[in-house]
């Protein structure tokens, strides 16, 4: 576990890194990618290093304070990733779509904006759920059946009446995770659609390569979200999955942007030979 936490940081922070010096990668869709590395960063680091305590001490203890503030950083991450997946998907549709219009739609400007709009109002919108939860009572149990303060873990050792905050959860879960799920899927039918129509093969294989990672980190990120709710009586089965997408996710989404984008290889090789050459320029 450790050794996939340390990979995990190193393998996101070099995509950071290959991005951020290649002037060839200045791109929307390149800044929306470090900024999902930067996500992936925050939350195994929000999740890994307690989980390692708790292994290495077969269980710890945890103030309820602690507790709920690692839930409210897991929340919060996750939900600025759902948002920032589903911007990346829109930037892919108005590249493969709108092509013409690309650069006047998707510019810096948008970059930014959306960046800063979504963490703003997902800060605002979890914290409302952070505060009600901070209001539960516990009188009975308190050791959480999880690797980390989970919503229904925590809930579960709740002796008030949890209606409101489940109430809460649903609410939230329809901006955030929800209507981006939808968005998503809309912009790929467009993209799949306007790509079919293209006479050339080779132009279709080239097109759909530019956002054949993002589908599947799409895919493995919404796959595993949605499989915690078909399994809801399955402690082990959510546990397995939790443990999925809060650490094998990150660990995978440099490797399957690095393996399968001839643009980050490339960049990266020309800064490798600058380094051998001791001609790199910080």
């Not at 493969?96 to 690309?102: A, D, E, K, R, T």
């Not at 998503?184 to 799949?192: D, K, T």
């Not at 759909?208 to 799409?218: A, E, G, M, R, W």
Request: with cysteine; proline share 4%.
């Amino acid at each position: 576990m450790l050794l996939t936490y340390c990979v995990t940081v190193c393998g996101n922070l070099l995509i950071i890194l290959v991005v951020s010096y290649s002037r060839s990668l200045h791109s929307p869709m390149y800044f929306f990618l470090t900024q999902l590395s930067f996500l992936d960063i925050l939350l195994t680091t929000t999740i890994v290093p307690n989980m390692l305590r708790v292994v290495l001490y077969e269980g710890c203890s945890v103030t309820f304070i602690s507790c709920l503030a690692q839930f409210y950083c897991f929340l919060a991450i996750e939900s600025i990733e759902c948002l920032l997946l589903t911007v990346m998907s829109y930037d892919r549709y108005q590249a493969i779509c709108n092509p013409l219009h690309y650069r006047l739609v998707v510019n810096f400007t948008f970059c930014v904006k959306t960046i800063f709009l979504s963490w703003g109002f997902v800060v605002f919108v979890t914290l409302m759920m952070y505060l009600t939860m901070t209001h539960l009572l516990f009188c009975g149990p308190n050791v959480i059946d999880h690797f980390f303060c989970d919503f229904d873990p925590i809930l579960e050792l709740s002796c008030s009446d949890t209606f409101v905050v489940k109430m809460e959860s649903k609410l939230i879960a329809v901006p955030l995770v929800i209507c981006p799920f939808m968005v998503i899927i809309i912009s790929y039918i467009y993209i799949i659609a306007t790509i079919l129509k293209m006479p050339s093969v080779t132009g279709r294989q080239k097109t759909f390569s530019t956002c054949s990672s993002h589908l599947l980190v799409v895919s493995l990120y919404y796959g595993s979200l949605i499989s915690i709710y078909l399994f809801p009586n399955m402690i082990n089965a959510k546990k397995l999955l939790s443990l999925f997408y809060n650490v094998v996710t990150p660990l995978l989404n440099p490797i399957i942007y690095s393996l399968r984008n001839k643009d980050i290889n490339q960049a990266l090789e020309k800064i490798m030979k600058e380094m051998q050459k001791g001609t790199l320029l910080l």
